[in-house]
């Protein structure tokens, strides 16, 4: 087995305890159906998640397309559950 470097598992762990950090807040405000606080914490987790973009693109910079894309997709999606109050769920089967 390789020799574990301290610093880069303490960073992993970091890092992964910031991503779940983040992706609870999204699902908190998803499930409170508030757009702004749920695209911003999608992209927020999205440049988080930003090494894969990175590793296969070699360029930083599409993070910043990448994290713009989150915010436009949370906040569209959140606009399209968005439902007067006293009106039924998305999905609710009709009476």
């Keep these: 087995m390789a020799a574990i470097d301290p610093l880069t598992a303490a960073g992993v762990l970091l890092a992964t305890a910031a ?7 999204f699902t908190a405000a998803v499930v409170a159906r508030r757009r702004v606080p749920a695209a911003t914490w999608s992209s927020v987790w999205y440049l988080l998640s930003s090494v894969a973009v990175i590793s296969y693109t070699e360029n930083a910079v599409y993070v910043i397309f990448a994290a713009i894309g989150s915010w436009f997709g949370a906040f569209a999606t959140i606009t399209f559950l968005h439902r007067p109050p006293g009106g039924p769920p998305v999905g609710a089967s009709p009476d």
């Design 19 to 25: 991503t779940d950090a983040v992706y609870v807040m």
